[in-house]
């Protein structure tokens, strides 16, 4: 575990691991915020599947990482992706956005790596919209925009936190 308790990604990071009945590992805070001792600290536990916030996961990435190591995937959300993995990465990178509002996650999409990206893709996708939730590009006047024009994201569907509709703010 690496999300902080006040941080809503502590909550994806808890309860779908308690329910399935796995292990949760939880680092030090020397070893949080230095990605080489992550690195090491991810594989001398034989951690398969971890939560890394974006600052610190794209540092990560360019790290050299054992070619048998038990880690299956790196989850990373909380910022913007700028950097795809690199092809050697043993891993999968999966890039999640979501509002605190969405209840943790309203998109995510697994990163492809620098060699199989599309030459049209500048920065990594958030993705699509997970089971029950909706994304819209509104304008100002809240009409959706047409494809590859920019506007304002919204997000809706059963994730969502209650109190939000119809506020001014």
């Given at each position: 575990m690496l999300a902080g308790v006040a941080?809503?990604?502590?909550?994806?990071?808890?309860?779908?691991?308690?329910?399935?009945?796995?292990?949760?590992?939880?680092?030090?805070?020397?070893?949080?915020?230095?990605?080489?001792?992550?690195?090491?600290?991810?594989?001398a536990n034989e951690i398969t599947l971890s939560f890394i916030p974006t600052p610190l996961a794209?540092?990560?990435?360019?790290?050299?990482?054992?070619?048998?190591?038990?880690?299956?995937?790196?989850?990373?959300?909380?910022?913007?992706?700028a950097q795809y993995p690199p092809d050697t990465l043993p891993f999968a990178l999966y890039n999640h956005y979501g509002p605190s509002e969405s209840t943790v996650v309203a998109a995510a999409c697994q990163v492809p790596t620098q060699s199989s990206k599309s030459l049209s893709e500048i920065a990594p996708s958030i993705g699509r919209p997970i089971a029950n939730t909706r994304v819209y590009i509104l304008d100002r006047k809240l009409r959706p925009v047409p494809q590859g024009v920019p506007g304002e994201m919204y997000v809706g569907g059963e994730g969502l936190a209650r109190g939000y509709m119809n506020r001014p703010d």
């Open positions: 941080f809503d990604a502590s909550v994806w990071e808890l309860w779908p691991y308690i329910a399935a009945g796995a292990s949760i590992y939880i680092a030090n805070e020397e070893t949080r915020l230095n990605p080489v001792a992550l690195r090491d600290w991810l594989l794209e540092p990560m990435l360019t790290l050299e990482w054992p070619d048998k190591c038990k880690l299956r995937a790196i989850l990373t959300g909380g910022d913007r992706l």
